[in-house]
């Protein structure tokens, strides 16, 4: 079995900051990529960043210049510090990863339970 373990969601004033961190545990080959999305109220889920295990990043839009994306290979971790948040980041985050379970074995989408980021005053 793979795991991913969010943490680090809360509540937080526009302009704030936050950092979520996310570990994959269990049976791990390889991690071809790793990355957060987010599902708002009334929104479907869109990708916020990710990062693949060559470094290789991307961002939505909306949160360049304001997010960024980490990642601890030898740890299986991968966080995102986002700052200068607005109401508009509320949301739940997900984290997400590309897992290779064993050599020879195809990549499969593993998902974290989520964890919620509201933004308010």
């Known amino acids: 079995q793979v795991q991913l373990v969010e943490s680090g969601g809360g509540l937080v004033q526009p302009g704030g900051s936050l950092r979520l961190s996310c570990a994959a545990s269990g049976r791990i080959f390889s991690i071809e990529a790793m990355g957060w999305y987010r599902r708002g109220p009334g929104t479907e889920r869109e990708l916020v960043a990710d990062?693949?295990?060559?470094?290789?990043?991307n961002y939505a839009d909306s949160v360049k210049g304001r997010f960024t994306i980490s990642r601890d290979n030898a740890k299986n971790t991968v966080h995102l510090q986002m700052n200068s948040l607005k109401p508009e980041d509320t949301a739940v985050y997900y984290c997400?990863?590309?897992?290779?379970?064993?050599?020879?074995?195809?990549?499969?989408?593993?998902w974290g339970q989520g964890t919620q980021v509201t933004v308010s005053s």
């Open positions: 990062i693949n295990s060559g470094g290789s990043i």
């Open positions: 997400n990863g590309k897992i290779v379970r064993r050599l020879g074995f195809p990549t499969f989408n593993y």
